[in-house]
């Protein structure tokens, strides 16, 4: 086995017990909302994982670690600790990193497609377009959640909240921009 599948391997594993844990905790304290959210999440990235194997993609080290870290995050201090409940800033923060983590991710498996090198102005913009896609899609998928499931806790309480939420993914997405310009993250050209 390969440093790289290795790593992979580990990595997974840890964030799929983690994430269990974490839903055990949520089932304990009679969050089933909040643990049906944390299983979609984890679902999502398993999936992810399944077809980076099956087609032997590439994703950084340091974009997987970030990715999983805005996941774990968002299930443990968001979710099990009930800081979307208790925290205003908590939310913004994470939206940022969050955007940040994803374009990144998004902006690796992108450039993997490319037949050309990239300057670093183009790298801004493809990493800060996707960002500010990705943090768009998020704030539908939000709005969307509370139209058609009536949560016990809407995800968007008011205007301010959504403006503030596309504001920190435009930070986020911006500092992945910056990051993508300046940092390899497949080879010499991207």
């Not at 990595?11 to 017990?17: E, K, N, P, R, W």
């Not at 500010?132 to 539908?140: M, P, R, V």
């Not at 499931?149 to 993914?169: A, G, M």
Request: glycine letters at 6%.
């Amino acid at each position: 086995m390969t440093k790289y599948r290795t790593y992979l391997l580990i990595s997974t594993v840890l964030f799929i017990l983690l994430q269990a844990a974490i839903m055990f905790g949520l089932i304990g304290k009679g969050y089933p909302e909040f643990t049906r959210s944390v299983a979609v999440t984890t679902s999502l990235w398993i999936v992810y994982t399944f077809i980076e194997v099956k087609y032997n993609a590439y994703m950084n080290h340091y974009v997987r670690a970030a990715a999983m870290t805005a996941i774990t995050i968002d299930a443990f201090f968001g979710y099990y600790l009930a800081f979307y409940l208790t925290s205003f800033t908590f939310d913004k923060l994470l939206h940022a990193f969050g955007t940040y983590a994803f374009a990144l991710f998004a902006y690796v498996l992108v450039v993997q497609l490319l037949k050309f090198p990239a300057g670093g102005l183009f790298k801004f913009i493809l990493a800060t377009s996707l960002g500010l896609s990705i943090g768009a899609f998020y704030e539908i998928i939000e709005f969307l959640m509370d139209t058609f499931s009536n949560p016990i806790i809407p995800s968007q309480v008011n205007l301010l909240d959504t403006d503030l939420d596309i504001v920190c993914d435009a930070i986020g997405a911006i500092i992945a921009g910056l990051h993508a310009a300046r940092k390899t993250f497949i080879n010499e050209n991207f």
